[in-house]
């Protein structure tokens, strides 16, 4: 069985005396807060483009720690081609599951900027970039901050998809758009980290609905 994604889902956190621990109530009221934001159809495009495929004019940027978003964009990239890049952080995260989250946690109060190894060579020749993540405490894992203000995006095509264990987008797309202020941001695929082997049709269905030409 594939080991899910992690997202900080609730039910992936301990119950301390039968009850909920401090990072669980933090979660909840993260969730709730994501709840109440701005719907996606206000920050995404909605309208087909054409998208040349394959050749480096096609980006495919993703953060995996379990290696659910890892194949997710892989199913991207078998339909539209282009380049793969994983971003990559110089500390590794820990494999274990609830020191990764607190430290995710801390993180994100801290409004850190983990030093990272990727770097994204050509990106003056890239007409859409496809950024893909874990669901962390509601948003992007903050490495994502570090690459997104390194490299702006400004008039290029942005396209998210999301790893998840119930949360699906959170507030990631809102804090996207503000990463990207100068981009044109289309509505973009989140899926259940424990159903990403069979969600291949999906994505399928979702970039013919972009209207992206299939590398295939």
């Not at 301390?16 to 709730?32: E, H, M, Y």
């Not at 997710?72 to 494999?95: C, N, Q, S, W």
């Not at 699906?168 to 797309?173: C, D, Q």
């Not at 159903?195 to 992206?212: F, N, P």
């Amino acid at each position: 069985m594939m080991k899910k994604e992690h997202s900080a889902y609730p039910e992936s956190f301990s119950r301390r005396d039968g009850g909920l621990s401090t990072s669980r109530r933090a979660f909840l009221k993260t969730l709730v807060l994501g709840a109440l934001a701005v719907p996606a159809s206000a920050l995404f495009a909605r309208t087909a483009f054409a998208a040349q495929a394959g050749g480096d004019n096609v980006l495919i940027i993703y953060f995996s720690h379990s290696g659910n978003t890892r194949r997710l964009a892989g199913f991207i990239h078998d339909r539209v081609g282009g380049r793969m890049v994983e971003l990559k952080t110089e500390r590794p995260y820990p494999e274990d599951y609830d020191a990764v989250v607190d430290e995710a946690k801390k993180e994100q109060e801290a409004n850190a900027r983990p030093a990272i190894t990727t770097t994204l060579d050509g990106l003056d020749k890239v007409d859409t970039v496809f950024i893909g993540y874990p669901n962390w405490w509601g948003t992007l894992p903050m490495p994502f901050f570090t690459l997104l203000e390194r490299y702006p995006m400004a008039g290029k095509t942005v396209i998210p998809f999301c790893t998840h264990e119930g949360s699906r987008f959170g507030r990631s797309e809102r804090d996207l758009r503000s990463l990207c202020p100068q981009a044109r941001l289309l509505e973009g695929f989140e899926v259940r980290g424990s159903r990403v082997s069979g969600a291949e049709k999906d994505v399928a269905e979702w970039l013919t609905g972009l209207g992206l030409t299939a590398a295939r």
